[in-house]
């Protein structure tokens, strides 16, 4: 019998009925004992979240000012301030040379008249004197040329002792006039051969 009057009262609540029995909390008895607090139960931290970085700012060009900070209360931390930079001296830019600035050019003044070419007449000076030896021809086999044994006779500068030097040179004789043993007087000239600088000026001793 308790049964079937517990199927009826179940059938006879509406599903409204029943969904707000479920939701309403369970009453508390009077007659149990009274609950003892628990500890607290911390409440789950929600996580800060993270300021964002703020982008990196541009020095201020020469001439701008720095942007001042919109917070009063907010100051820029010495670590984020950039540290001064040497500045580098620029390279001068090459520019081509036909865009480079063209400095005026003086010009002279011209007149109508120009003066003459005129030649001096170059000066007759004394030519130089010639060097002279005297010597003895020593052979004449050849044509148009002797050659002339010099003699000289030094005293030594420091031993003051009577040295004998002789040199040869081959000189002109156009006249083949001198012979072997003759004393001659021969004058320096222009080279007229290889070894030949000198020519014949006079016959001063015939040979015997």
Avoid: C
């Avoid at 072997?180 to 600088?197: C, F, M």
């Amino acid at each position: 019998m308790a049964d079937e009057e517990r199927n009826e009262q179940v059938e006879e609540e509406t599903p409204v009925e029943a969904e707000a029995s479920a939701e309403a909390p369970p009453e508390p008895d009077p007659e149990a004992p009274p609950e003892e607090p628990g500890p607290p139960v911390p409440e789950p931290e929600t996580p800060e979240p993270t300021p964002e970085p703020a982008p990196p700012t541009e020095p201020a060009a020469e001439g701008e000012e720095a942007p001042v900070a919109e917070a009063e209360g907010e100051e820029a931390p010495a670590e984020e301030q950039p540290a001064p930079v040497a500045t580098a001296k620029k390279k001068r830019k090459r520019v081509p040379r036909s865009e480079r600035r063209q400095r005026p050019k003086l010009k002279r003044e011209q007149t109508g008249e120009r003066k003459p070419i005129t030649r001096l007449p170059k000066p007759e000076g004394e030519r130089g004197r010639r060097q002279e030896r005297r010597g003895v021809v020593v052979s004449a086999a050849m044509d148009k040329t002797i050659v002339v044994r010099v003699d000289t006779v030094k005293a030594h500068p420091k031993y003051k002792k009577v040295v004998r030097r002789s040199q040869r040179f081959h000189a002109h004789d156009e006249q083949n006039q001198a012979k072997a043993g003759d004393v001659v007087r021969i004058v320096e000239t222009r080279p007229l051969s290889k070894t030949k600088n000198w020519r014949l000026a006079e016959v001063v001793e015939v040979a015997k």
